[in-house]
């Protein structure tokens, strides 16, 4: 077992300090893996439910037959930074496959161990069909993660929850759990009032499951600020000494993968929309438009300033004022409650399906963040 994080110190700022990597086999056998490992990729991502990763072995025993690798093993991880930051990652997953094995010595080969959260396979054994009557949504994705995954409750904190607004009486159509969170995060409003649409996302990261808003995301506290510029630049006389904070924060590289795309960001509706709603009860529709330039004033973003201006196309339209590019219709019983009698005496719980804000919104939320996240 590698020495505790609180009682080594960092070398160089690359470090970490890997306390335990134990795979425990489907027959019950522990196994500690730390000495073979060569290197080790941990992903948190808001676009994923749950934490994937994977390891780099190297081994030179033959454990993959030995121990009769099957795709039903346990990994017991736990890393982080020694010294400086003590907080570590202590997690258990499921390594669900082997990928790039091959012989690099006699008696030596490297192959990659791919893991991810428990839930992950979980979630794929299981569908859900079940109806939820006057509930918020953020109450049913609790129920889906404690009653149909077994999550603990230490993992989906209340803080980790942004509460939705409004009651629904909603049918989960033979769904998988994790299936079922994502179509419901296309459906919930958010309860506070600085919150436009539906910008919700379920993901899993250090501190467990979250479904939040984006714009609780970008209005949260920053963990740390890093930057990318020279290095050794304040070094002290003896070069020897490092400023190891500033070291730790220092960026070593980056790579820009996506950049503005303006015929992507009209076709997905990231500057203007439209919204056909119709009643069938009432046998009319509304036309919902989404602007960019609006939606702009009223939220909180990345960008300090807007991603298109106000030039005008020949046609006399700028970007955040030609819905037709993305057009969509949805049925709507907004105000179907209050429409008459007879609604009222055999449907007096109507619950509003809210389309009008989260179609729009949720089209064009998707599409900005990609460019809110890449612009700097």
């Known amino acids: 077992m590698a020495e505790s994080i609180n009682q080594i110190g960092l070398g160089y700022p690359q470090d970490f300090a ?17 000495k073979m490992v060569v290197e080790i990729n941990y992903f948190e991502d808001i676009y994923n439910s749950t934490i994937t990763g994977n390891l780099i072995l190297n081994d030179s025993s033959g454990f993959l037959n030995m121990l009769g690798f099957s795709g039903n093993e346990y990994l017991l991880l736990s890393f982080g930074k020694p010294g ?75 803080s980790n929850i942004e509460e939705t607004r409004g009651t629904r009486d909603i049918i989960i159509p033979n769904l998988k759990p994790f299936e079922a969170i994502s179509w419901l995060s296309t459906q919930a409003i958010s309860n506070s009032s600085k919150t436009e649409g539906s910008p919700y996302l379920f993901f899993e990261n250090y501190n467990g499951f ?30 020897r000494v490092q400023d190891m904070e500033a070291e730790l924060t220092n960026v070593i590289a980056f790579e820009n993968l996506s950049n503005f795309d303006t015929i992507n960001s009209i076709n997905t509706g990231g500057f203007a929309n439209r919204l056909y709603a119709i009643d069938p009860i009432r046998q009319s529709y ?22 298109i201006t106000n030039a005008k196309n020949r046609k006399g339209d700028t970007a955040n004022t030609a819905y037709n590019s993305v057009v969509k219709v949805a049925t709507t019983n907004t105000g179907q409650s209050t429409y008459n009698s007879y609604i009222k005496s ?21 599409s900005l963040l990609c460019i809110r996240s890449t612009n700097y």
Do not use: H
Not at 22 to 29: F, P, R, S
């Open 18 to 34: 890997l306390e335990s990597c134990v795979i425990i086999t489907a027959l019950g056998q522990p196994t500690d893996f730390s």
């Open 84 to 158: 400086l930051d003590t907080r570590k990652i202590s997690k258990t997953f499921r390594i669900y496959s082997v990928s790039n094995r091959g012989m690099v010595k006699d008696q030596n080969e490297n192959y990659i161990l791919n893991f991810c959260s428990e839930e992950t396979v979980l979630s794929e054994q299981y569908k859900i069909s079940k109806s939820y009557r006057n509930k918020k949504i953020s109450e049913i994705i609790k129920d889906i993660l404690f009653n149909q995954l077994s999550v603990k409750t230490g993992k989906f904190e209340d």
């Open 286 to 307: 509304s036309v919902n438009d989404f602007d960019y330039w609006d939606y702009s004033l009223k939220t909180e973003g990345l960008n300090t300033f807007p991603v």
């Open 210 to 239: 979250n479904f939040k808003s984006l714009q609780s995301l970008y209005t949260g506290k920053s963990y740390k600020t890093y930057r990318y510029e020279p290095k050794n630049t304040t070094l002290p006389e003896d070069a």
């Open 346 to 366: 055999k449907s007096p719980d109507i619950k509003d399906t809210f389309v009008e804000q989260r179609i729009p919104y949720r089209t064009a939320q998707l």
